[in-house]
């Protein structure tokens, strides 16, 4: 019997691959007769071309996520801290990377921290309140899923402060950072994850066809596209106010996850010294992800120059 073709749009993820092997009829355990007469035809060679990949993804990350490991005993020995801030836009990559840098830590030395709306009695309270109280103890890694920095992105564009409440917090977030770093034991990194318009775009589409992945759809994200030029100044406002020498801000170009995720995992590995450092892999910076606040600062007024207008 002629096995049955299926058409596939690629890349496809490890379930939709499932779904191919159940409608030819052999589940998850195909014959060797079955496997060799599908590599023969060109689809079939393209779901074994992304399972390569995502696997030679996976070993390029675990070099790195060793290192993480390392890091993070060295914490748990000093009694260092560590907060890392993941912002950016909706879509731009913040969670996947925060799942690959603590998929090998141990988990009681470290914690997601993703807030979500204020309650009532929050909103009446000092806006760094609910943060603060999230704060790492010694030896213990904090990462936040979207910051404090949300009153400088998407509270301001979406009406959710007021105007004197985002012109306070510019003024003195910077005061609050420093002050958090006096105790010479706390290290502070501060990523914004910058995914182009269309890409955006893209990864939302897929998120209304995906019922796994529709849940990450939410009231921002239906108004991001529409209001991505608003967001495109605050974004500037947040780096000329709040990227400091002491205090940075770090860009990642965060159309390419897999590039992202390795980058990021390096700038956490650069910022922190650790016992037992590997000496053959590669830290140093890719400069086509990897962009300093300054650096995009500078790229954003070229923009601006030649187009009217900020572009990303």
Partial sequence: MPTKRVRIDFPISLSEHKKVLKKLGGGERLASAQITELLA??????????????HAQGEELKQYQVELIKLQEHMERTG?????????????GKGGTIRRVTRYMN????????LGKPSEAQQTQMHM???????????????????????AMVEPVMGFCRKDQYRQFMETIITFERSLLEDHSTTLIKMYFSVSKEEQARRFEIRKRDPLRRWKLSEVDMQAQELWDKFTDKKYQLLLKTHKPDVPWYVLRSDDKHQVRIEAMKLILRSCPYRGRSRT??????????????????????????????QG
């Fill in 281 to 310: 892999l590669d830290f140093l910076p890719n400069k086509k992800v990897f962009i300093s606040g300054d650096q995009e600062l500078r790229s954003m007024q070229a923009q601006k120059r030649k187009h009217g207008k900020f």
């Fill in 129 to 151: 309140k609910r943060y603060i109280e999230q704060f790492p103890s010694a030896g213990e890694i904090v990462l936040f899923d979207r910051s404090w920095y949300n009153r």
């Fill in 107 to 114: 988990s009681k030395h470290y914690r997601v921290v993703a």
């Fill in 80 to 92: 260092r801290k560590l907060i890392i801030l993941f912002d950016g836009r909706d879509a731009s």
């Fill in 41 to 54: 035809q060109p689809v079939y060679k393209d779901v074994v071309k992304t399972a390569l990949q995502k």
